[in-house]
């Protein structure tokens, strides 16, 4: 084997090695941890690049599995990369990179610990995204999930803490119903091996189907509690407003995972051997994508802190990608997975500016906005301030504040816009023969309300932040703190300007998703390194 055969496994290697070295270190030497955390981030980003490149080159297979150990699958631990998983790890490391460098400001130095934990949160992601069977896929969740336990409580505070321990106890129950799944599906089938189990499911008698139903079913309710579908989202907008803001910026992505496995193991578990409830489990996303998106579209509009309108955002987001999988259409797929890493962008780099925004605000004075726009005190303006000179500070964060703004609400021309569009022409479109299901007209009018309701609320809270203060307050923000924020929008805007390419990807990865043959054999047909092979 060569050596660039192993770069699949780097993505999970490197930030073990990493958060192990950075334990050996004492908390005093932040500035060694700071950097080699930095760097550690920065190459997991090149490593995913490269793999993403590999492919989207349209030369090589479309689907490579690497073989732990040189076990055969189903018997060994098979890591599988193809253009879903290339894409989530680009977004991930992305993501942690602005994430990483917001930290290096303060909040590396407000708890023990902080960059290991971090390493270990990019480690089980990159393992989820990575992993060819279920059991690995709880490792690498609890993994992912244990360093953001921590993470979450990063800061201290009584608000915090109440926040964590919810946040904890929700997903340790998630945890427990996801090994329960796993046990069943194990008892009927002998395999977890994703690409082993869809060859398998076809096969099952009648009994045994139905406790692989039932397995599948348990399993799904793991993934849409950490996915925060409606009703099982009520501990996501408490607990990510709580959080820190460069582990509320990556918490963005968490989310994702949950969306991930279901678009992963919806084709191989249910689209092998269309039964007579094929169609059920996709109703289900589909009705409870569209509750998600109404109950948080709700929450945005009601939200007065800035950091819940952003974690109400994100449930929004998760709403509209789960009513898309439920749509069960290539097109919607493709839509959905472009708008997928366009949102995480976009609800990063929020996380982010909430940051800086809160410190130009003064708590009397929003209180003051409120009464005023309760009861419209008028006394007090001054014509004469009309025409007065905003800081640069304040110039920049508002700039910054209305892109995010429009990426949000989903407002052209941004990929935000891009997103939606795709995602709604082509629910519009997927009954084919000019048919318009109902169910699409529901999902056109709740994106198309999510988008408003979501511009209405980001208007207020500028106006709020931005405009009504008499005498506003220029926040300390350095370079390093603005940096990440204007990474991410530039990488909004870089979709923006790549969109055909990136949509053609995603379609292909959309096809590939309900289409799984391909990823079904490179996992069957990657052979073992033999003695004689140079290793």
Known sequence: MELGDHLLIVPIVLPLVTAALLLLFDERRHILKATIGT????ALAGVSIALLAMMSSGTGPESVAYLLGDWPAPFGIVLVLDRLSAMMLVTASLLAVAAQLFALARWRNSGPHFHSLFQFLLMGLSGAFLTGDLFNLFVFFEVMLAASYALLLHGSGAVRVRAGLHYIAINLVASFLFLIGVSLIYSVTGTLNMADLAGRVAGL???????????????????????GMWPLCFWMPGAYAAAAAPVAAVFAVLSKVGVYAVFRLSPLLLGVDAGSSAGLPDLMLLVGGLATVAFGMIGVLASQALARLAAF???????????AAGMADVA????????????????????????????????????????SELYGDDEGEDVAEVGIAIPATLAILGTCFALCGILVAGL?????????FALLSAALGAGGEGAIRPAAWSFLALVILSGLFAMVAMVRAGIRIFWAPMEPIVPRVRVIEFAPVAILLGLCVA???????LM?????????????????????????????DDR
């Open 412 to 420: 052209p021309p941004f990929s935000g816009f891009l997103g939606k």
């Open 205 to 227: 008698s009648p009994d045994h189907r139905s406790l692989l139903e039932a397995g599948t079913a348990i399993l799904g309710i793991a993934f849409l509690v950490k996915a």
């Open 504 to 532: 053609r990807y995603a379609t292909a990865t959309a096809e590939a998703l309900h289409a799984p043959a391909a990823y079904i054999d490179s996992v069957r047909a990657t052979a073992r390194v033999t003695a004689g």
């Open 332 to 371: 919607t797929t493709a839509g959905a997975l472009f708008y997928m890493v366009s949102s995480t962008f976009t609800i990063g780099a929020l996380f982010l500016l909430i940051e800086l925004v809160e410190r130009a605000q003064d708590p009397a004075a929003n209180v003051l906005a409120v009464t």
């Open 495 to 501: 979709m923006t300007v790549g969109g055909g390419p």
């Open 39 to 42: 760097l550690s981030t920065l």
């Open 313 to 323: 955002s994100i449930i929004v987001s998760s709403g509209t990608l789960l009513a």
